[in-house]
């Protein structure tokens, strides 16, 4: 007793709480996630652990280790013997050992003191306690490289919900999207090589595409062996990180070999394990391929299966859990995988099948897999005890011995109920068509079972698409969702959708696009804002948009932050686009909010905490759709970077040549702030796929019709902010998209104007000097009305044209300057002349015009915004600081006392006055080109000048310093020190820096003379310099080393590779650069300066006194009719279609693309024949099997020939030669005996149940051929259960002792009770009646009431399944019927309103609860009105031999929707418990209701002719 004490006390007041149900069972007591809530230690230890995943291989931090060496000890425990009892058997080297099989020294000191207080007797509940686990951490396989898993020893008493909050909070795996308990041979066993790779490669597969976790035995042997390697392989072949497979090994602690070095009080990390199989003996080594380790302790040593009661309850567990990901809610599924395997496989398929859960037999692997597998495709009643025992004695050939009667009776019977439930069992045949990979198979398992289970309406199919969604299986959602057996409404698509939008998943994208979701009806505003709002943290413009709403939150001096909204996300994308463009989503009005009114289907589905069907739940109103959904899907797809995403919904798009250019646009703008450089590619390279998309388009668009093409590079998109193509292409600094041959031509149009493009310069020189000659026939217009020579038009068309503009404005510009140059030079008075006056004005209309330029807004962008877009421009930069720099020397030039400093500044003006010409020059495309490189150029000669003046500073001051001494006039310092340094690189060296070329009479020795510098150091005497000349020289000719030869070469290097850079690329730099020049004087007033003041006074008096906004040209920015601009864009989507469709083929004609299309078929040839060779091998086989029971039948013909032959007297017994061998006759006879008549009846299936509900007792196990009583069953033995039913008065006895079974009147009225069976009178034997329906495995009267039959009533309720308009819904041609269903407390089940019959009642009490009391006469009259559609013996689990339920079923049908008897009963049903549900549900063989029910539904639906 002191040692449970002592024991007590270590365990903390926390375990309590993590640990309730430590004593009772689990399987009654099932975890909930909410469990988590109320444990204070996994609440605070959730919040420490870092929220990113770890993979198994990688070490724990420090932080970790602190947080796992707290808290594990904490909650998780392990058991230990606290009393050592010698045990009949010894160890393997023949010593002592205790009763729980450890050595005296493995036990506690205590353990081997005299037994006081602890009995003589062992007994593991006394004496095994639990105590804080000492063993957990990393584990590394010692000698198999870097191989580390995780650990932890757990008591078998651990609750699930501890292991898993272990798992997923501190080993810091995410929550499964499946889980696979992989189960069969704990040996080692061979398979078929290709079997055995289809199966590995196969369950890797469906583990890395669904992110599922394995669990297996976790040791080196076996199945877990062969799942080991599998795991194994993947590594070695998979050339990422991102595929890590979660392997989970659930092994017994007891059992591992070398657990000694896992044990360590503080955690070990890691934990060196060595994998010796050699000495392992009797115990196992943990496989080293498994990434986490359970291991299972129940205090004893070297006993196997501990660990799998622990292993059911942490499956069932973690199957119960809702993993939400994507946006898709859905419990995590759970298939069971089944290789070879034992006695004890044969219960865990059993226990799986039982539970509901799916397996996959693999055939072929060998025992209990390939005794299932051969048995799977026959009928039930087919499946017989010879039968089993035959494929027993064939695959268990070793061990066939030890199989006794009994336990192939057992063995028959869970196999016959394995089989029964074929929605539940899969078996996966090597060869077998469609299922050729393991993978396919098990997802077909789970969405069969998932398929065949009970549901309301469409629940089924929805469970069944989020399944396919969380996995990640497009291939499976084609082949087994979206079949001909359920039509898809596209609303019923929409969660689903956007939970494949936000996961990222683009291929089912695409298939729900292809199944008929619409985006108009999809994507509504509250729709993009959960979108926005469940953006990845991670993405930048998730980032982006916090930003704004930090400072919304400032703004507004709030604590709260406001939520995302549409017009947060439209700023950050007006920064992206440019301020050119329109807010794509202007911030409504509060009243304004718009609602969604779309019906989308019950589905849970929630992401990070919001509920997306909530979205669809809104209170009726007016629905506002965006006004272009593909736009927004887009824009919400690419500033996520999501590539296949973002093309899939490209290709949806209308506007597509604006869309791929602002999609670039962003993409540059959003690669600018992204900080990591792999995703910074990512987004340029995305960009210009996108630039190329729209290149694509376009030329297409070119290619059909020149001038639509050039429509829709100058259309206003009002999808993208009243923006162009053109405008976002430029923004974007798209130079290919721009450069475009039609891009080109369209902008030569734009600068020729009205005349032709091909008209000669000199022509339009010409025409300039002399304007006459427009009259003639030399300059040609586009336009027809300006064909006639006479037209007065022709001037101002001729006049207007940017190129006519241009030169007249390079002829004024010439002018100017060479006025200026004259006035400079020539006649530069102390009073102004008329020419300098004529510059002055000159310059005003220079300056006039520079402000018109600043205020041109056209697209209403406001003052601001056109500053900053005017001084973003180098040019305009220019023309302000020559304008300053006029004015600053004119200023001075006005002042007498400044008249020289004057002139000084205004030559200085002159020369960047002068510098503006290279602006003009652009537009040549032989100058244009050598001006761009030039302004390159310019950068890295500041680069180089950096690097110049560190070596002149230098080298001058270090200069100055050796042969000046105090040299204090600045202006001599610097020409030491800079300009004598400076020029020494071009060749002139200063003679006093050598002594030999020393010449006193040209420098000052006391520095005195201004215009000399100070002498060098000199010698008193003979004036000789004193300075060390050796030193100086050796400077000087490093100085000019690094600079003559190193920075110069290295600045012509420079030079030269910017030279080769942009010379690739001049051309398209000139030509993107050339629009800025057309587009200014595309824009600029007719007349040149200094006439353009005229324009101006024409420009102030239409915008200052009449106030006409200003206006773009309608060449470069036009808005067309909406029916104009509806047949554009459709031709615009038209080439888009053939573009696509065009570069598909391209993609296909690549030579790469062709190897690959190439190895593919060549491996589907190779399989394919592999998979024909196989199936030979089984067609022969099959023959075979055929012939030799076509001789097995002709040697019993000739059997029975000789034996009539004989009884008529021809010959004798002795005389008849042998015909078949016996072993053909054994077989025959087996397969006769296992051959029942499909005709015959079935037999009850849930009265034989193995499990009786309600309790713990097992059946006996009773196959289909031994139910009858009157078939031979010696072993027949089954247990006795009859419950007390405490709340009952009238049961019979609880103990029936054959006193009280005398009293009992069978097969009459006993006193209230009815003994009566509809089918007869009934045997009696003992004193107890004998079942009608044969043997059941349970004597006694179970929890029924009664012995013999206990009489049952269930109405079944039904009415017509209408539409809204009253019409009678079909399906299949046949009417739908509905049936009153209800759920009763403490059920999961629906279930008819009906039950037992208590003695001398007419109504069953659950049927009472039903309906309301005043109604129980009513009710009756319709009974007596119904039809009965059954009447006998109701296939109860509740059945026993002794004692069965009897029920008669009545249909009450009404076939009017005005029934006043009908709006009665609804208005009487009731729920007397608030947790009773009553319903009226759509009748069809997959209604949730109990199997037995189901039986009464049909039989009312045929009587009805109604769908079923």
Request: with cysteine; proline share 6%.
């Amino acid at each position: 007793m002191a040692m449970r004490g002592r024991c007590a006390k270590v365990l903390p007041s926390e375990l309590n709480k993590v640990c309730p149900e430590r004593e009772e069972n689990p399987a009654t007591h099932p975890g909930k996630m909410s469990d988590f809530e109320v444990v204070p230690n996994l609440r605070q230890s959730s919040s420490s652990v870092s929220k990113s995943r770890r993979k198994a291989h990688f070490p724990t931090s420090s932080n970790e280790k602190e947080n796992l060496i707290s808290w594990i000890p904490e909650n998780i425990r392990k058991k230990e013997c606290t009393y050592f009892v010698e045990s009949s058997q010894t160890s393997d080297s023949g010593r002592v050992v205790c009763k729980c099989g450890y050595l005296r020294e493995q036990h506690l000191e205590d353990a081997a003191k005299p037994p006081i207080f602890l009995g003589k007797e062992w007994d593991p509940s006394r004496h095994i306690q639990e105590l804080p686990t000492d063993a957990f951490g990393d584990i590394h396989f010692t000698g198999l490289g870097q191989k580390m898993g995780k650990y932890v020893r757990v008591s078998s008493d651990t609750p699930p919900r501890v292991i898993y909050h272990l798992m997923t909070q501190h080993w810091g795996l995410d929550a499964p999207n499946l889980l696979i308990s992989v189960t069969g041979g704990a040996k080692n066993f061979i398979m078929k090589p290709r079997l055995k790779n289809i199966f590995r490669q196969g369950l890797v597969k469906v583990a890395q595409t669904t992110g599922a976790w394995i669990i297996t035995g976790g040791s080196h042997a076996g199945v877990m062996k062969q799942v080991g390697e599998a795991v194994r392989d993947f590594i070695l072949s998979c050339s990422h990180k991102e595929g890590e497979i979660v392997t989970i090994g659930i092994a017994t602690w007891g059992t591992v070999y070398n657990r000694e070095s896992l044990i360590c009080p503080m955690g070990g990390f890691p934990a060196e394990y060595v994998l010796d199989e050699e000495n392992q003996g009797s115990l196992s080594c943990l496989d080293s391929n498994h990434s986490h380790f359970i291991l299972v302790d129940d205090g004893t040593h070297g006993r196997y299966g501990v660990e799998i009661p622990l292993r059911t309850r942490l499956e069932k567990f973690i199957s119960e859990q809702t993993k939400v990901k994507g946006g898709v809610a859905i419990k995590i599924p759970i298939v069971c995988v089944v290789l070879e395997g034992g006695p004890g496989t044969l219960d865990t398929i059993y226990n799986a099948i039982t539970n509901g859960t799916p397996c996959v037999i693999v055939e072929g692997s060998g025992r209990v897999a390939d005794v299932i597998a051969q048995v799977a495709s026959l009928p039930v009643p087919k499946i017989t005890i010879a039968l089993i025992q035959k494929k027993l004695s064939v695959f268990f050939h070793d061990t066939y011995e030890l199989f006794t009667e009994g336990k192939l009776v057992e063995w028959t019977k869970k196999i016959q109920d394995i089989v029964r439930s074929r929605q539940l069992l899969t078996i996966f045949r090597e060869g077998k068509y469609g299922q050729q990979d393991v993978d396919v198979a098990i997802l077909q398992a789970l969405l069969k079972a998932s398929r065949n289970q009970d549901h309301f309406g469409h629940e089924n199919w929805d469970h069944q698409l989020k399944l396919a969604v969380a996995w990640n299986r497009v291939d499976i959602a084609r082949s087994e969702i979206f079949t001909d057996d359920h039509e898809w409404k596209p609303t019923d698509l929409h969660p689903v959708m956007a939970a494949a939008l936000i996961s990222n998943k683009p291929e089912f994208v695409k298939l729900f696009l292809e199944q008929g979701v619409r985006l108009k009806e999809f994507v509504t505003w509250d729709t993009l804002v959960y979108l926005y709002d469940n953006m990845a943290p991670s993405c930048l413009f998730h980032s982006k948009l916090q930003k704004v709403l930090l400072e919304e939150r400032e703004h507004a001096a709030g604590s709260k932050m406001p939520r995302i909204q549409l017009h947060h996300v439209s700023q950050v994308l007006r920064e992206l686009l440019g301020c050119s463009t329109q807010p794509l989503y202007p911030k409504p009005k509060q009243a304004e909010r718009p609602r969604l009114s779309i019906p989308v289907p019950h589905i849970k589905l929630n992401v990070q905490g919001s509920s997306l069907r909530s979205l669809y739940r809104r209170s009726a109103g007016r629905v506002t759709f965006t006004m272009d959904p593909v736009r927004d899907l887009l824009i919400w797809a690419v500033v996520q970077n999501r590539k296949e995403l973002a093309e899939i919904i490209w290709a949806q798009s209308q506007d597509c040549m604006a869309a791929a250019l602002a999609c670039s646009k962003i993409l540059k703008e959003l690669a600018k702030e992204e900080d990591d450089t792999d995703t910074t590619d990512d987004m340029l390279a995305l960009a210009e796929q996108y630039e190329q998309k729209a290149i694509g388009v376009f030329t297409d668009c070119y290619r059909k019709d020149e001038e639509r093409a050039q429509k829709l590079l100058t259309r206003v998109s009002e999808a993208w902010g009243k923006t162009t193509c053109l405008q976002l292409a430029l923004e974007a600094k798209n130079m290919n998209f721009v450069s475009h041959g039609g891009v080109q031509a369209f902008l030569t149009k734009v600068w020729w104007g009205k005349m032709c493009v091909d008209n000669g310069l000199w022509r339009v020189v010409a025409c300039m000097l002399f304007f006459p000659l427009l009259y003639t026939s030399l300059i040609t217009f586009r336009e027809k009305r300006l064909q006639p020579t006479g037209c007065l038009t022709r001037l101002r068309a001729f006049f207007t044209a940017p190129v006519v503009i241009f030169h007249m404005n390079i002829l004024s510009y010439f002018t100017f300057l060479l006025l200026f140059a004259y006035v400079l030079m020539v006649d530069f008075q102390p009073l102004p002349s008329w020419r300098e006056y004529l510059i002055y004005f000159w310059l005003f209309s220079l300056v006039c015009e520079e402000i018109r330029q600043l205020l041109y807004d056209p697209d209403g962008l406001g003052i601001m915004k056109m500053a900053s877009l005017y001084f973003k421009d180098f040019w305009n930069k220019l023309d302000i600081c020559a304008i300053l720099v006029f004015v600053t020397g004119l200023t001075c030039r006005l002042i007498p006392s400044t008249l020289y400093p004057g002139r000084i500044i205004l030559s200085l003006a002159f020369i960047i006055f002068c510098l503006r010409l290279m602006h003009i020059f652009t537009v040549s495309k032989t100058l244009g080109p050598k001006i761009i490189i030039v302004k390159r150029m310019m950068k890295d000669v500041f680069f180089f000048l950096f690097l110049l003046a560190v070596w002149v500073v230098s080298f001058g001051v270090a200069k100055q310093a050796i042969l000046i001494h105090n040299e204090e006039r600045v202006e001599w310092l610097f020409r030491g020190v800079v300009y004598h340094s400076y020029l020494t690189i071009f060749g002139q060296i200063p003679s006093y820096i050598d002594g030999v070329n020393f010449n006193i009479d040209q420098c000052s020795p006391n520095g005195t003379d201004p215009y000399k510098p100070k002498c060098p150091e000199t010698n008193e005497d003979n004036k000789k310099p004193i300075f060390p000349e050796w030193l100086t020289v050796i400077l000087l000719c490093l100085y000019l080393l690094f600079t003559n030869i190193l920075l110069l070469n290295l600045l012509i290097a420079m030079f030269n590779y910017t030279f080769q850079q942009v010379q690739e690329h001049t051309d398209q730099i000139w030509k993107f650069q050339r629009h800025d020049l057309i587009e200014e004087y595309h824009g600029r007033p007719p007349a040149p300066p200094p006439f353009i003041l005229l324009n101006h006074l024409q420009l102030l008096v239409r915008r200052g006194l009449l106030r006409r906004p200003a206006r773009r040209h309608k060449q470069l920015k036009e808005k067309l009719e909406k029916n104009e601009e509806a047949a554009l864009l459709s031709w615009e989507m038209y080439l888009k279609e053939s573009y696509l469709q065009h570069r598909q083929c391209q993609e296909k004609q690549n030579t790469e693309q062709k190897i690959r299309d190439i190895a593919q078929r060549v491996d589907v040839l190779a399989e394919l024949l592999d998979l024909d060779r196989v199936k030979r091998r089984g067609l022969v086989e099959q023959r075979l099997a055929g012939l030799e029971e076509q001789v097995q039948q002709s040697a019993q013909a000739l059997r029975w020939i000789m034996q009539a032959l004989q009884g008529n007297g021809f010959g004798s017994g002795k005389d008849v030669p042998p015909v078949g061998s016996s072993k053909a006759s054994e077989r025959k006879e087996v397969d006769l005996e296992g051959k029942p008549e499909e005709s015959q009846p079935p037999f009850h299936v849930l009265a034989r149940n193995l499990l009786y509900p309600g309790s713990h007792t097992l059946r006996f196990p009773v196959p289909d051929e031994k139910v009858p009583w009157e078939a031979d069953f010696p072993l027949y033995d089954p247990p006795t259960y009859s419950a007390d039913h405490k709340d009952m008065a009238g049961q019979d006895p609880f103990s029936p002792s054959l006193e009280s079974l005398l009293k009992i009147n069978y097969n009459t009225m006993d006193g209230l009770i009815d003994r009566q069976s509809f089918h007869g009178p009934y045997a009696v034997r003992d004193g107890l009646p004998l079942n009608p329906m044969g043997r059941t495995g349970l004597r006694g009267r179970g929890r029924l009431h009664c012995f013999g039959p206990n009489h049952a009533l269930h109405p079944v309720v039904t009415r017509w399944r209408r539409n809204l308009d009253g019409s009678i819904i079909r399906k299949s041609l046949k009417k739908m019927l509905e049936v009153l269903v209800a759920q009763y407390p403490l059920s999961d089940v629906w279930a008819l309103p009906g039950g037992s019959l208590e003695p001398g009642e007419t109504l069953p009490l659950k049927l009472k609860w039903v309906l309301r009391r005043e109604f129980w006469p009513q009710f009756q009259n319709l009974l007596k009105q119904g039809t009965e559609v059954h009447k006998g013996y109701l296939d109860d689990p509740r059945n026993t031999d002794n004692a069965w339920v009897e029920t008669v079923a009545v249909s009450i049908h009404f076939d009017n929707q005005n029934d006043v008897e009908m709006k009665r009963l609804n208005s009487f049903l009731q729920g007397c418990d608030p947790e009773l549900c009553i319903r009226w549900q759509a009748l069809d063989k997959r209604i949730p209701v109990h199997t037995n029910h189901k039986e009464l539904l049909r039989k009312v639906s045929t009587l009805l002719g109604s769908y079923y």
